[in-house]
């Protein structure tokens, strides 16, 4: 859905397979050296050996990148958000974007965009697997707006446990669960000094399982997110980041999320492997290990 979005409808499934697949190679390479060296913290020889054996895939991925951002731009190519971009006056300079900036905006985009949402969905139907009230209402809800047909844009305001599933999800597995900063000065925060330069963490994989927070945090409750509910603390939920850095996604990813759910729920019931051990492991995003074996029960 990414690639179709950013580099237009006729791109999809291999150039998609080509992007994930150098990705996942280079985030299982990078271990937590990727993430480290994506939060600008020094990561030591060892960080920098590794950086020095995923050379090859950062030019893999370069590469499938540039030649996706040249088919975008073609001429009588499908609408893309790329091609929005070069469509669109930049302000100030004026200036059209550089074929590196391009491919910048095509690896953030893609980056931020694709394992996000589907490490989402992957925490979704495992809590649902393990919560038969909440599936069940999952599907009634389904079955009766869609009837059958897949969700569309316009359904999503009758489907509000969808919502609140996603919304759940995103509380308890936050597919970004550290957010890091920079103190551009020294400061003051909560009584301690935080020098120039430190980096602070915010932390939602924290935040959102606090204690004094949430009611049950532990539980998986959708209900907490339906119209009606009781409000929750100001901040205390912030999957998406706040402030000028929020993710430029977020309705997008919750669309998405929901007409996945939502259409998926009317003919799928799944249901985790039996034996299978579930543990979340923070790579570039929070994911339940490296494969999530569940089997698909079709509903008559
Ligand atoms: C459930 C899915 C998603 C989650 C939980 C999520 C979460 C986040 C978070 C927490 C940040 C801020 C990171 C920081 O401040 O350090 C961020 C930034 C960003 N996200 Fe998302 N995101 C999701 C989906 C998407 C999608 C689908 C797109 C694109 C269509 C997207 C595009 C971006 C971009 C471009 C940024 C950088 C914004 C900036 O720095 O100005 N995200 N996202």
């Given at each position: 859905?990414?690639?179709?979005?950013?580099?237009?409808?006729?791109?999809?499934?291999?150039?998609?397979r080509?992007?994930?697949g150098?990705?996942?190679?280079?985030?299982?390479?990078?271990?937590?050296?990727?993430l480290?060296?994506?939060l600008?913290?020094?990561?030591g020889i060892?960080?920098?050996?590794?950086?020095w054996?995923?050379?090859?895939?950062?030019?893999?991925?370069h590469?499938?990148?540039?030649?996706?951002?040249?088919?975008?731009?073609?001429?009588?190519?499908?609408?893309?958000?790329?091609?929005?971009?070069?469509?669109?006056?930049?302000p100030g300079?004026?200036?059209?974007l550089?074929?590196l900036?391009?491919?910048?905006?095509?690896?953030?985009?893609?980056?931020?965009?694709?394992e996000?949402t589907?490490?989402?969905?992957a925490?979704a139907?495992?809590l649902?697997?393990?919560?038969p009230?909440?599936?069940?209402?999952l599907?009634?809800?389904?079955?009766?707006?869609?009837?059958?047909r897949?969700?569309?844009?316009?359904?999503l305001?009758?489907?509000p446990?969808?919502?609140?599933?996603?919304e759940e999800?995103?509380?308890l597995?936050?597919?970004?669960?550290?957010?890091?900063?920079?103190?551009?000065?020294?400061?003051?925060?909560?009584?301690?000094?935080?020098?120039k330069?430190?980096v602070?963490?915010?932390?939602?994989?924290?935040?959102?399982?606090?204690?004094?927070l949430?009611?049950?945090?532990d539980?998986?409750?959708?209900?907490r997110f339906?119209?009606?509910a009781?409000?929750?603390?100001?901040?205390?939920?912030?999957p998406?980041?706040?402030?000028?850095?929020?993710?430029?996604?977020?309705?997008?990813?919750?669309?998405?999320?929901?007409?996945?759910?939502?259409?998926?729920?009317?003919?799928?019931?799944p249901?985790?492997?039996?034996g299978?051990?579930?543990f979340?492991v923070?790579?570039?995003t929070?994911?339940p290990?490296?494969?999530?074996?569940?089997?698909?029960?079709?509903?008559?």
């Open positions: 859905m990414i690639c179709r979005s950013v580099f237009g409808r006729t791109l999809g499934g291999d150039a998609a080509q992007v994930v150098a990705f996942a190679r280079y985030q299982r390479g990078s271990g937590v050296g990727g480290l060296s994506l600008g913290l020094p990561g060892g960080a920098r050996a590794r950086a054996r995923l050379r090859g895939e950062v030019a893999r991925i590469a499938v990148l540039d030649r996706l951002v040249a088919a975008a731009l073609a001429p009588g190519a499908a609408p893309s958000l790329i091609r929005a971009m070069a469509e669109a006056a930049l300079s004026g200036e059209p550089s074929p900036a391009f491919r910048n905006e095509a690896a953030t985009l893609f980056l931020a965009g694709h996000t589907a490490s989402t969905m925490w139907w495992f649902l697997s393990q919560a009230g909440a599936a069940a209402r599907r009634a809800e389904a079955d009766a707006v869609l009837q059958g897949a969700a569309r844009f316009e359904d305001p009758a489907l446990f969808a919502r609140a599933v996603v999800t995103l509380r597995y936050p597919p970004i669960p550290l957010l890091a900063r920079q103190a551009q000065q020294e400061v003051e925060l909560a009584g301690r000094r935080v020098p330069g430190a602070v963490m915010a932390v939602p994989w924290l935040l959102h399982r606090h204690r004094a949430w009611e049950q945090p539980h998986f409750r959708p209900e339906l119209p009606g009781p409000p929750r603390p100001r901040h205390a939920y912030i998406f980041s706040l402030g000028p850095r929020v993710c430029t996604g977020a309705h997008f990813a919750l669309a998405e999320a929901m007409i996945c759910l939502a259409t998926l729920a009317q003919r799928f019931a249901r985790l492997a039996p299978a051990r579930v979340p923070c790579r570039l929070l994911k290990g490296e494969t999530l074996p569940m089997l698909l029960e079709r509903r008559a």
